[in-house]
Structures are given as structure tokens and as C-alpha cells.
């Protein structure tokens, strides 16, 4: 999608606090023994109050209204009688329409007690985020978000899952652009045009560089090799100034 008017900007906006809001309600729920359901249910309830559909069930049929992924789960895990552990690493994807308007956000959330290294990799997940989001803006090419993330990733000692990529969002949930790298992809010729919705959201590990579906659903992907990897996603405009960050609970 791209933006035309302040109209959409603001809807775009609502939607984007909604699912952040989200997220932050369900982050500050997880602890020990609470099942990945009751998670669910948590941001369930907090998108139908506030008039927003699920995206994942709406646009795919998943069964569940977010995506749970714990330990070797990496993206896609569906909520069930899972029960949550102490020191387990836990992935939340929260995505919702409303009125016409997608949003799409995720965090990753290491339960205490925590293990210094997963504590690390939390903190650095978020900084390689941020690294993609510093080089979006109108007129810059997509080709450098993936630069900037990979180049974070080598200094600081990760390896980047490189088949889970970031997306055009806003008026579906998965749009044009498609397919856009959070690690160096040197066939990537594509510009950012003013106005334009994507997502980001980098898969930062401790060795994992491939995500592989298991035998259990159609829907959970795991890592490969098996090692620790985090998430964190928003969802940006590029202006001419840079990105707006339209996932903030605001």
C-alpha cells in the first residue's frame, strides 16, 4: 500500500496502537504456567474491544487470532494447551484489520529467571530492528535495510534467518512489496517510494539461518539448525523524512 491522504495515515495509525497495545497486554501476562491459548485469549479480547479482527484468522484461517512460537518455534505457532515455562523464549506476532486497514507487530519475550546469553540476544533483536528501520525513507533503496540488519548481525556474532522476510502491508496483511530481505540481498533493485507500508522485522539467532515446517501442523516453523532466534516487527511509512512507525501503543 501507499499512502494518498492524511485519512489513511491515521487509520493506519489506529490500527498500528491497537495491535501494539495488544502485544503489550499479552507481554505483560506471560509467566509461568499460563498456556499459549490463554495467551491468545488475551489479545483476542483486546482486538475485539477496541473493533478489530484477528488478520491471521481472516486472511488465512489460522487457528488462533496471533501466532505463538515457543523455544524451537521461530514463527507461525498456534496457540493451544502448550504451558509456559520459566526461562522460556517466547515469540508473539499480533496482526488485526479495522475498517479496511491492516497492522502487523511482534516482540520476542525471554520468561525468568533469564539466561544471560537470551537476555543478550532479546536486547540485540531490538537493536537490529531498529538498525532496518534507521534505512527506510522515501527514495532510499529496500536493499539496505537488509544491509544494515546483516551488518549488525556479523559484528555482533548472530546469523539472520534468511527465508522469513518482511512485507508490504495495509490494505491485506502480506501485499506488495513482497519478499523484502532483513539480511544482504544483492539481487534487491527495488526503491522505496514516498507513502509506502511495509513491514519490518528481522529473525536475529544464536545460529539458526533457515526456518523448516515441522511434522506436527501446515503452520509452525521451526529453526534450523536448532538455536535460540528472536522477532521483533513494526510495521513503517517511508516519508521523505525517514520512517514513521505506525506499531506504537502510542
Known amino acids: 500500500m501507499t499512502i494518498s491522504n492524511d485519512d489513511e495515515l491515521q487509520a493506519l495509525k489506529e490500527i498500528g496502537a491497537i495491535v501494539a497495545r495488544a502485544l503489550a497486554a499479552m507481554g505483560k501476562a506471560l509467566e509461568p504456567g499460563i498456556t499459549t491459548a490463554e495467551l491468545d485469549g488475551i489479545g483476542r479480547a483486546y482486538l475485539e474491544r477496541h473493533g478489530a479482527r484477528p488478520a491471521p484468522e481472516l486472511a488465512y484461517d489460522f487457528p488462533g487470532a496471533t501466532c505463538i512460537s515457543v523455544n524451537e518455534e521461530i514463527a507461525h505457532g498456534i496457540p ?69 540488519v546483516g551488518r549488525f548481525a556479523d559484528k555482533n556474532g548472530y546469523t539472520l534467518v534468511r527465508n522469513l522476510a518482511s512485507h508490504g502491508v495495509g490494505r491485506s496483511l502480506h501485499e506488495e512489496p513482497t519478499e523484502i530481505a532483513t539480511w544482504p540481498d544483492k539481487r534487491e533493485r527495488r526503491t522505496m517510494t514516498n507513502g509506502l507500508v511495509f513491514t519490518v522485522e528481522p529473525f536475529l539467532s544464536l545460529g539458526a539461518d533457515w526456518a523448516e515446517q515441522g511434522d506436527s501442523d501446515r503452520w509452525t516453523l521451526y529453526s534450523e539448525p536448532c538455536a535460540p532466534t528472536v522477532q521483533y516487527e513494526h510495521t513503517v511509512v517511508a516519508t521523505p523524512r525517514g520512517a514513521v512507525v505506525l506499531t506504537l501503543p502510542g
Open 80 to 148: 493451544g494447551e502448550r504451558r509456559i515455562l520459566a526461562g522460556d523464549l517466547v515469540n508473539i506476532d499480533v496482526s488485526a484489520e479495522k475498517d479496511g486497514f491492516y497492522g502487523d507487530t511482534g516482540a520476542s519475550f525471554a520468561v525468568p529467571p533469564v539466561k544471560p546469553r537470551l537476555e543478550r540476544l532479546c536486547r540485540d533483536g531490538r537493536r537490529a530492528l531498529w538498525a532496518g528501520i534507521g534505512q527506510v525513507g522515501a527514495g532510499k533503496p529496500l536493499a539496505g535495510i537488509g544491509q544494515a
